[in-house]
Structure formats: structure tokens, C-alpha cells
């Protein structure tokens, strides 16, 4: 049987006699700076989405810097809600969205909404003079609510943040499962926990058991917000 509580898998018992075996459950409140685990990052994708085009050039000139800095950074502009959804529709994907909220024809909350439906993973920054939206904003588990003006200070920290939570979240978590390397996306793992003996990783698209340590795998994925429960 499983216990749960505030959503922390604590324990699961084997059988009656209470054999019991521990879970590292995710948990990426406070994570620290990943250091520990090797990863080829991927790419970032940006989009911009705001339907006055004095308000995308300032983001994108914001943006100029870390662009020349990572030539593989990708930035695409959209001058409405509809052609951002359009987007998506098509299987397009971002990594990390800007959102005016008030546009002509939908709104960047009703926009970012109906992405959300599509894209769990997201990052979603969203860019306004009208404060009173926010806590629709943070319904859709936005990463940053900016006001306008949005100083060069305020942006560069706020896209150094939301570029840390996205390399923490495509780190890769290395294994060997049935004999071959495996590479974990280490936002993909919900726990890891130990099968005998073994550990078995526990992803959205399977489980995979592989041989290892519980404790030295343990310190691997404490950087990235796991947590050992007892």
C-alpha cells in the first residue's frame, strides 16, 4: 500500500511482515545548481508574444546579448494570442514564453490557458502594465509576473532564473539498463526507489531497474530537488 501525504510518496510495504523499501521523491522547491550530473543541453526556444511591436523589440533586444552568447538560442516573435496557439497546434514547441496579457482578440491568459493544455512544461513570463491579472497568471503556475516597464536589470535576473530552472529540468540522469547506457531527462523521473536489488527509476513513459547504490544515487539527484523519505 502506498502513504501519501502532501504529495510525498513516504513509504511502500513489500507484504505484511513490513519489509519496506525507500523512494527518492522529486521535490525541486530550493533546488540547488545542478553540478553533479552530465548533460548535452539542449537548445532553449523563446517566444515572444505581444501584439505591439515596440514592446517585442524590447524584449528582443534584451535578448540580443544571450543570443550572440549561445548562437543555438532560438527566438521566434508572435503578434497575437491566436497565431501563438496556431503554433502549438502545428507541434511547435517553446521552452520558455514572454506573454503580453492584454491583446487584441484573445489575451495572454487565455492564450497561455489553452497552451498549458498542450505544454505541461513551460515556462511562463508574463509582461503587463495591469497588476490585477496576476493571480490569474499564477493559476496557469507562471514562472514571473513583469511589470511595464521592464528594466534590463530586472529582465537579465528573471531570464538567468528561468534559464537555471530549464537546465535543471534537462539534465540528464545516467544508468544502465539491461546492460546499455540510458539517459534520464531528470524532470521526467517522478521517483526512484530500491526493487530487491535493485533500483527502479519510475518515469511518465515506464519503469526502468537498473543496479546501483540507493545512497550514492541519492546524493546524484539531491542538486536537482529530490529528497529521501523514511
Do not use: W
Request: aromatic fraction near 14%.
Amino acid at each position: 500500500k502506498c502513504i501519501k501525504k502532501r504529495g510525498i510518496l513516504c513509504i511502500r510495504y513489500i507484504n505484511a511482515a513490513s519489509l519496506c523499501y525507500y523512494c527518492i521523491r522529486v521535490c525541486r522547491r530550493n533546488a540547488r545548481r545542478p553540478e553533479t550530473l552530465n548533460s548535452k543541453e539542449d537548445a532553449m526556444r523563446i517566444a515572444v508574444c505581444d501584439d505591439e511591436k515596440v514592446f517585442r523589440d524590447v524584449l528582443l533586444e534584451y535578448l540580443k546579448p544571450y543570443r550572440e552568447d549561445r548562437p543555438e538560442l532560438s527566438v521566434t516573435e508572435f503578434c497575437s494570442g491566436e497565431d501563438l496557439v496556431a503554433a502549438y497546434e502545428r507541434e511547435e514547441r517553446f521552452d520558455l514564453i514572454f506573454f503580453d496579457v492584454e491583446m487584441t482578440g484573445i489575451t495572454g491568459v487565455e492564450a497561455a490557458g489553452i497552451i498549458r493544455g498542450m505544454d505541461s512544461a513551460a515556462l511562463f513570463v508574463f509582461v503587463t502594465s495591469h497588476i490585477r491579472y496576476v493571480s490569474e497568471a499564477f493559476v496557469l503556475n507562471a514562472f514571473q509576473f513583469l511589470v511595464k516597464p521592464v528594466s534590463k536589470d530586472l529582465f537579465d535576473r528573471e531570464f538567468l532564473r528561468a534559464e537555471e530552472s530549464y537546465r535543471k529540468l534537462r539534465y540528464k540522469y545516467k544508468i544502465i539498463h539491461k546492460a546499455s547506457p540510458l539517459y534520464l531527462e531528470v524532470g521526467d523521473i517522478m521517483y526512484v526507489e530500491t526493487f530487491g536489488r535493485k533500483l527502479k527509476a519510475v518515469t511518465a513513459q515506464g519503469e526502468f531497474d537498473y543496479f546501483a547504490n540507493i545512497s550514492i544515487e541519492q546524493e546524484k539527484l539531491i542538486p536537482y530537488g529530490f529528497v529521501r523519505c523514511h
